[in-house]
């Protein structure tokens, strides 16, 4: 089957045919080839501003819409002082909240009126505040203009910053009645431990502490444009383009960011389970996993086909094993991150309360057996057909196209590192595949988190160790429940 992807030159993999559909027998199975999928990625145009800023372009002239996308190295939430979780996010979201020369409803009608977007967030454990804008390309100069208004002379006022301030402690109290917080807040501290990624949400006492001063200070000595990149991508044309951006942010000064990230996170050496404590819940939520690798591991390629087989979509083993033959939950998956850091490979979902120890047996009889038992070509050929299908239907969205671009210049990976990805994960043999679960999968020392009824699945979760009991608050029950 031969595709054609703008944003692509592909020579794919599957089988072609014209058969009449009523006699078309379906066997719920991929089409399947030997050929690899041969891809090339437009390269984008890389340059580097007077002020230090590094700048990525890829045309795209097939709609006139442009996407720009400023990554602000060292400004995210991994860098914030002790005690003050949330002062990146705040202050990236209060950038829309008012200008020098405009207030937060004179941004909202502009960007209406000329049809653009914009958005700025920083993750908890990010090292990046992302600030992203898209609009028409024939209005560019006026919604990048507007877009710097934005990034260098916020005002953060402090009538707006009172309503974020009261919105914020509503959806604190909302998020710890959901099973889902409670269990990445643990799970997220259990596997982190006092590195500053194990932070996922403020406090109400950091929240009432932010004020206009500390978001301006924040934006002062953290928004620089030398460790900074901005993608673009579009109806746009580098030669054009580059002027302008640099009269656009000619004026943007360079300040010194300190980007020295913290030690690493280290995997767990002993198994350790927790129990977060909802009385009455009818179901429980499970996560379990540990630290893995980071983002630049020789292991990356083979840790993306493991996961894919054991929990990365609807035909994964643990979801054909607790759903479809157990029927234990709706669904049930597995994922890692992996960053400048290493970050945690983690499997979970929710189980109903009285299936929750058949469900654990199955979540460690799957990771036991992809250790010990090599996959089979058959399983491992599908495997690996579905990720490089995913990343193919992926080369459609201009966005995707810039987020490959700028994982490649973050990490530092080799030029051709997209176009020889489906090559890589085809290539992963059923030794990588054991080879990787048995470095990073450990059923001896996984950390296990469980939210639910604790009188009903304690004595479950016993069974695997010694289980430390919170409440919904996140603080240390000292009677747990019989």
Known sequence: ?????????????????????????????????????????????????????????????????????????????????????????????????????????????????????????????????????????????????????????????????????????????????????????????????????AVVSPTAEAVEALTPEALAAWHRERYSPRNSILAIAGDVRPAELIPKLEQFLGDWRTAEVKETLPPNPAPASARKIYLVDRPDSVQTTV??????????????????????????????????????????????????????????????????TEVTEGALKEFFYEIRRVREEKVTDGPLEETKRSVVASFALSLERPARVLSFALTRKIYHLPDDYWDTYPAKIVAVSADD?????????NPETLQLVAVGDGRKIKPMLAKYGAVEVYDSAGAAVSAPPL
Request: no cysteine.
């Open 1 to 197: 089957m031969a595709a054609s992807f703008p944003w692509a030159s592909m020579k794919a993999f599957g089988q072609e045919g014209a058969t009449p559909l009523s006699k078309v027998e379906r066997k719920n199975k991929a089409p399947v080839s030997k050929t690899v999928l041969q891809v090339k990625i437009p390269k984008p145009v890389e340059t580097k501003l007077k002020n230090g800023l590094a700048v990525l372009i890829v045309e795209d002239h097939r709609f006139p819409a442009v996407q720009a996308e400023l990554r602000l190295r060292g400004a995210g939430a991994l860098f914030e002082p002790p005690g003050s979780p949330g002062l990146a996010g705040a202050t990236a979201e209060m950038l829309r909240e008012g200008t020098k020369t405009r207030t937060s409803e004179q941004i909202a009608e502009e960007l209406d009126r000329l049809g653009a977007t914009s958005w700025a967030a920083s993750g908890f454990g990010s090292p990046d505040v992302v600030l992203g804008a898209s609009g028409l390309s024939a209005n560019f100069d006026a919604w990048f203009a507007l877009l710097k208004d934005i990034l260098l002379h916020p005002a953060f006022p402090a009538h707006e910053l009172a309503r974020k301030k009261q919105r914020l402690k509503v959806q604190l109290r909302q998020q710890r009645s959901s099973s889902g917080f409670l269990a990445e807040e643990r799970f997220s501290r259990a596997v982190f431990g006092s590195h500053p990624a």
């Open 287 to 352: 996560i379990l996993g540990d630290i893995a690798i980071d983002r630049r591991s020789e292991d990356y390629i083979p840790m993306v086909v493991l996961n894919h087989l054991l929990g990365g979509g609807s035909a994964s083993r643990l979801f054909l094993n607790l759903r479809e033959e157990k029927g234990y939950t709706y669904g049930v998956y597995s994922s890692f991150s992996a960053l400048e850091y290493p970050g945690p490979w983690r499997a979970g979902g929710n189980m109903r």
């Open 433 to 441: 595949v054991q080879r990787v679960a048995r470095k990073y999968l």
